[in-house]
Structures are given as C-alpha cells and as structure tokens.
C-alpha cells in the first residue's frame, strides 16, 4: 500500500528555521517524483515544487523560488520541505504529493499545519 | 504564472449534472494535456480525479469525468451524490517545467 505519512503539527516564531518531512512505503521512492504543496487558511491549493529523489535534481515555482527547499534522503525514502527564515504569512497547511510524469499527484500526504506566530 | 480560472462556486441537485470549468493559456492548458483534477473536502487531503484531460484513476465513479477544448478544460460531475460536496481544483503542467492549480470551486449539492 503506497503511503506518504507527515511529520506533526509545528508551532514557530517569526525569524525561526524549520524542516517538515513526508515518508514515503509501499512504493519504489525514486521513481516517482514528490511535489509539495501549500495551502492557506480557507485558501486554494498552491504548488511549491518538486523534487526527483533519484538524483534531487529540483524545479521550484518562482513564487517560491529563493524562499523554500525542497530536499530528499534515498537511504530512507523521506522528502522535506525547509525555511531558513519563517514569517508569518508561512502559516499554512503544506501537503507531500506522489507526483508522476505528467504532473498528476495520486497519492498524497495527510498534510502539515505549520502555524508562525510571535 | 498566473493561477488558472476557475468559477467560485456550482451548484446542484442530486441526480443532476454540472460542470467546472478551468481556463488557462496556450502556455499550459491549451498546450498540453497534462490537465488534472482534484477533489477536497473539509479538513482532508485532495483526492485525484481525473489525469490526463480525461482519465479516471482506478476507483473513482465514472459519474466523473474530464474534457478539454483549446485552452479551457472542463470537469462534469453526472448523477450528482451529497458526498460530491466539495472543493475541486485543475492543474496543468506549465511549459516552463512547472505546474499551477486553478483557484478552486466550491460545489454544493442542494
């Protein structure tokens, strides 16, 4: 059974680092690509970009651009999004997705609420 | 890159049909079908609904299905349930090796 399982709920202050994770089974991890997600609350959905766990080559969205990094361990088939510097408008709900060729996402991750807040 | 257009909110009765549409550019939906669709509801992940303009993952109900004309994509929900309440969303893979989800509509089964 394929399944992408998230790290916990995050609570940060402005100007703190954080790094979230997404553990992927069931599957062979790199050969499939994992996208990230944001979403905002009561906003739509959001792609921040991908990452191919075969070789971390990346693409980024140029909304996020400079902003996150995506990253990926093959030793234990684990993706991560990282903010050097959170801000407040980084609270969100961020979701890991399975992504395929042709840019489909079929299986997804239960989501990470990130809230940042002095 | 702009997020695709998409209507607000649809709305429906059980058994009738409806339908979303997601407008884009010859820069992503016109020009490629790489067009997706996806379900949410309150509190959950997205679900995927349609890949490729217009095939369904195993398990999903044929009442859904995808279509595109040019640079606008349309999904058509047939037979409407109470549990197709939800939000949907397109995306499109973008020439520049990106993808983009459109704003999303709300649809309420009345």
């Known amino acids: 059974e394929v399944q992408l399982v998230q790290s916990g709920a995050e609570v940060k202050k402005p100007g703190e680092s954080l790094r979230i994770s997404c553990k992927n089974s069931g599957y062979s991890f790199t050969n499939y690509w994992i996208s990230w997600v944001r979403q905002m609350p009561g906003k739509g959905l959001e792609w921040m970009g991908r990452?191919?766990?075969?070789?971390?080559?990346?693409t980024y969205s140029p909304s996020f651009q400079g902003h996150v990094t995506i990253s990926a361990d093959k030793s234990t088939s684990t993706a991560y999004l990282q903010w050097s510097s959170l801000k407040a408008s980084d609270t969100a709900m961020y979701y890991c997705?399975?992504?395929?060729?042709?840019?489909?996402?079929?299986?997804w991750g239960q989501g990470t609420l990130v809230t940042v807040s002095s | 890159q702009s997020a695709l257009t998409q209507p607000a909110s649809v709305s429906g009765s059980p058994g009738q049909s409806i339908t979303i549409s997601c407008t884009g550019t010859s820069s992503d939906v016109g020009g490629y079908n790489y067009v997706s669709w996806y379900q949410q509801h309150p509190g959950k992940a997205p679900r995927l609904m349609i890949y490729?303009?217009?095939i369904r993952p195993s398990g999903v109900p044929d009442r859904f299905s995808g279509s595109k004309s040019g640079g606008t994509a349309s999904l058509t929900i047939s037979g409407l349930q109470p549990e197709d309440e939800a939000d949907y969303y397109c995306?499109?893979?973008?020439?520049?090796?990106?993808?983009?989800f459109g704003g999303g509509t709300k649809l309420t089964v009345l």
């Open positions: 490729d303009v217009s």
């Open positions: 995306s499109s893979y973008i020439s520049s090796g990106t993808k983009v």
């Open positions: 997705a399975r992504q395929r060729g042709g840019y489909d996402s079929d299986y």
């Open positions: 990452i191919d766990p075969s070789d971390s080559y990346t």
